[in-house]
Structure formats: C-alpha cells, structure tokens
C-alpha cells in the first residue's frame, strides 16, 4: 500500500492528452514538492518533473506538472506510443516516519 | 554528465546480508550539494526509498528499514555501498542508486532523485 494514491492505469490515443493524478496529504504532497519519473519497459526510471512542475532539460514540453493541494498531476499532451510507460509521483513525507514517498504507478497504454 | 552503476551479487541466500556497491562517473561524490541515495523495485510493483548519504558520510534510512540498513561512502573511489541484514525472499528486488537533488525552499522539502543507476536484480533464495 503506497503512501500516494495513483491510478493503476490510464489509456489514450496516439495525439490525444491524458492526465495521471497523484493523491497524499498534508505531511507529503501538501507541504512539499513533488517529482514526476518515467520507466520505460524493463529500465530506470528517469526523472521528468521536478518542483512540481519544471522540466529537466531534455524533457519535451508535452510533458508538464501541476499540484494543488494535497494532489498533483502529470499531464501528457500529443501522445506518442513511445510514451507507453509507467509514471511514478515522488515527494517527501514529514510525518513521524519521515522518508521518501512514491506512488505505486500508473501504467499509460498509447492505444 | 554523472552515471551510476550498480554492482553486486544478484543471489543471497535467507538470513544473510546483501551488499551492494554504486560507483559514481562524471562527477565526484566528494563535491557536495548532493545525497547519493538507495532505491529498491519489488517485481512488478512501485518504487521504495531505502535511504541516503552525504558525502560527509551522514546518513538517513527509512524508518521501516533502519533496525536492517546500512550506507556507507569510500570518497577515494568516489562510491557508496548498501548493506541490508537478515534478508527474506520480501527482499527480492531490483535495486537502484540514485542522485537526490535538493532545492532550497521557504517551506517544505524540494528533493528529486537524477540520474539513476540501471540497477540490479537481487533474489533472496536458498
């Protein structure tokens, strides 16, 4: 059971947008920052947002974050099926376990 | 750019401690600004932070897995290892090292975690 809630999948068609949601509360997402990684089939992930909604350089801008709340959000616009992956949200928690916090991931299908 | 790579033994047997080694390129552990960080991916599931060092060799685990944990550096090498005691087959995973980045922030904590090692499967079996 993972401290931050996502969707276990989500589906769209190639060129469609989709949105991957995160959910936590106010010791994790709700005071603090949240990153966004990608894991391609059989790899690590890699990062994709960090501070809630800043790209590395490299990541295309189809790619953006949001947070409010105690929930953020990964949008994708004009999919690829390159895309197909699975999307893991990340912050910290400030509760009395104190740690890094992920979420279980959510599988993007491109159909 | 920086890469990290894992290294170790990918079979343990029950109740033995696995060891892993990450050797850091393109960067040196030494420099500061960073904590270098453990991550382990059980077989089909999420992603769970097993905790971090500085380079000053100061070290935070997660809680769940402190009493088992241990993150040491060797600057000289520009590495740092993973220790985990008593394993069980719960301890099969593929095991990543990672850089955490950390922000200055007003409130609340700014941290992500690039790059990553491509990691290293670990079977706890007898």
């Known amino acids: 059971q993972s401290v931050l809630t996502q969707p276990p999948s989500v589906s769209a068609a190639p060129g469609q947008k989709v949105t991957i949601s995160c959910s936590g509360s106010?010791?994790?997402?709700?005071?603090?920052?949240v990153s966004w990684y990608q894991q391609l089939p059989g790899t690590a992930p890699k990062l994709l947002i960090y501070?809630?909604?800043k790209r590395p350089s490299g990541i295309p801008d189809r790619f953006s974050g949001s947070k409010s709340g105690t929930s953020a959000t990964l949008g994708i616009t004009g999919l690829q099926t390159g895309d197909e992956a699975d999307y893991y949200c990340?912050?910290?928690?400030?509760?009395?376990?104190?740690?890094?916090?992920f979420g279980g991931g959510t599988k993007l299908t491109v159909l | 750019q920086v890469q990290l790579q894992e290294s170790g033994p990918g079979l343990v047997k029950p109740s033995q401690t696995l060891s892993l080694t990450c050797t850091v390129s393109?960067?040196?552990?030494?420099?500061?600004?960073?904590?270098w960080s453990w991550i382990r991916q059980h077989p089909g599931k999420g992603l769970e932070w097993i905790g971090y060092?500085?380079?000053?060799?100061?070290?935070y685990y997660n809680p769940s897995l402190k009493s088992r944990v241990t993150i040491s550096v060797d600057t000289s090498k520009n590495q740092f290892s993973l220790k985990l005691s008593s394993v069980t087959a719960a301890d099969t995973a593929v095991y990543y090292c990672?850089?955490?980045?950390?922000?200055?922030?007003?409130?609340?904590?700014?941290?992500?975690?690039?790059?990553w090692g491509q990691g290293t499967l670990v079977t706890v079996s007898s």
């Open positions: 990340g912050t910290w928690d400030s509760s009395l376990s104190e740690s890094w916090v």
């Open positions: 990672a850089r955490e980045d950390r922000g200055i922030a007003v409130a609340g904590v700014r941290g992500w975690f690039d790059p």
């Open positions: 060092i500085y380079y000053s060799g100061s070290t």
């Open positions: 501070d809630n909604n």
């Open positions: 393109g960067g040196s552990i030494s420099s500061g600004g960073y904590y």
């Open positions: 106010s010791s994790n997402i709700g005071n603090n920052y």
